[in-house]
C-alpha cells in the first residue's frame, strides 16, 4: 500500500511527533508499505535546503512554508501543497496534527477519493490560549474535518438532518 504521512515537522526534528512518524514508518516499511512523507521545509529555527530526501527508506518531501505560528505550525505554500496532495499516487493519506493549516489535505484527498486517517495528537487547546477568534476557527474546521471524514458522500444539508 502507499501511504502519505501529511506533518508539520519530521526528521531531523526532534520531539514526541516527528520520533512518532519516524519509527510508525519504519514499521510500515518492514510491512511490505511504501512511506512517503510531505513536511515543512522549516527546523523550528531555520529553512532546510535540501527539498527531498530518503530517510532510511521513507521518501521525505518538504513543501515550501511561507511562515509560521510559533513553533508548532507552518503555513505551507499552497500551490505547491495542492501539487504534492494532488499529484502524488498513494492509497492513504495519514494527517499528524490537528487544526492545522495541512489539514486542508483532508478535503484535498477526498477529493481524489482516497482514504484519510487523522491523528489528532492531543487535539484539545485551552480556549485560554487561543482566544476568541481562534476558538470560532476550530468550532468551524471541526464541524467541516468531520464532515469530510464520516460523511464523504452527503451534503451538507443531508449532515444537518
Known sequence: MKIVKLTSFFHPVKGGMENHLYYEGLELLKLGH???VLTSDFTRSERIKEKRAN??????RRILTWFRFGNF???FHILRFAKEIFGLDYDILHIHSYRQFHNLGVFMAKLRGKKV???THWPEYPKEIRGSFLHLM?????????RCLSCPNRSRKAVAD
Open 34 to 36: 511504501s512511506v512517503t
Open 55 to 60: 530517510v532510511d527508506g521513507m521518501e521525505v
Open 73 to 75: 505550525t507552518p503555513i
Open 117 to 119: 486517517i487523522l491523528s
Open 138 to 146: 476550530n468550532w468551524s474546521s471541526n464541524f467541516e474535518i468531520c
